[in-house]
C-alpha cells in the first residue's frame, strides 16, 4: 500500500514537472531604457486568455520555435473590458495570441505577431496586425479598435511569419 502511494506521488510530480514548461508564467515587464510599449485590448464580454509569446527561427525546421510564453490577461468570465499595458523588449518576435472560447465548444485561437523597435509604441485588438501608435496615445477598453487601426495603419511595424510556427508533439515542448 506505501508503495502504491509512492508511484502515485511520484507519477503526479512527473506530471506536474512537464505541465511547468508548456504553462505561461504571468509577464513581468522589460525594465531596459529601450522599452517598447505594447497595448492590448481585452474586449468587453471576452472569455479567453491573452498570451505574450517570443520566439526564435529554427532554420533546421525552417520554422518559429516558442522560446518563452506569457498569460497577459485571462477571463474564465466575460471580461468588463480593459487594455493591459506591457513593457517588451526591442527587436524580439513576439506573438500576442488569444485563445477565446466562443461558445458552443467552439474554441477560436488567433495570433498577432510584430517585432518591436525601440521606444516605440504598439497597439493589438484580438485577431488584428499590431500597428503603432503615436507616444501621446493612450487608449482605453471604450476606444473603437477599428477606428484606431483606421487611422493609424500607415505607420511602419514589423511583422514576422506567425503562420509559420513549429509544430511539436506535447512530450517534446520545453
Not at 505594447?38 to 486568455?49: A, D, K, P, Q, S
Not at 527587436?91 to 458552443?104: A, C, F, R
Request: net charge positive; with cysteine; aromatic share 10%.
Amino acid at each position: 500500500m506505501k508503495l502504491n502511494k509512492t508511484v502515485i506521488v511520484a507519477v503526479i510530480s512527473l506530471g506536474l514537472t512537464g505541465c511547468a514548461n508548456v504553462l505561461p508564467l504571468d509577464y513581468k515587464d522589460y525594465t531596459g531604457s529601450d522599452a517598447a510599449t505594447l497595448y492590448v485590448l481585452n474586449r468587453e464580454g471576452n472569455v479567453g486568455t491573452i498570451y505574450l509569446g517570443s520566439y526564435t527561427f529554427n532554420s533546421k525546421d525552417n520554422c518559429y520555435d516558442m522560446s518563452d510564453r506569457y498569460e497577459l490577461d485571462s477571463n474564465i468570465f466575460q471580461a468588463k473590458g480593459n487594455v493591459v499595458v506591457s513593457k517588451i523588449k526591442p527587436n524580439v518576435l513576439y506573438s500576442v495570441s488569444q485563445i477565446k472560447n466562443e461558445g458552443g465548444g467552439y474554441i477560436r485561437n488567433s495570433h498577432s505577431s510584430l517585432i518591436p523597435e525601440a521606444g516605440k509604441y504598439y497597439y493589438i485588438a484580438s485577431g488584428s496586425k499590431a500597428i503603432q501608435v503615436p507616444a501621446n496615445f493612450t487608449p482605453n477598453a471604450s476606444v473603437n479598435s477599428d477606428d484606431v487601426i483606421k487611422n493609424h495603419a500607415k505607420n511602419p511595424v514589423k511583422y514576422w511569419n506567425v503562420k509559420n510556427i513549429c509544430t511539436r508533439p506535447f512530450w517534446k515542448i520545453g
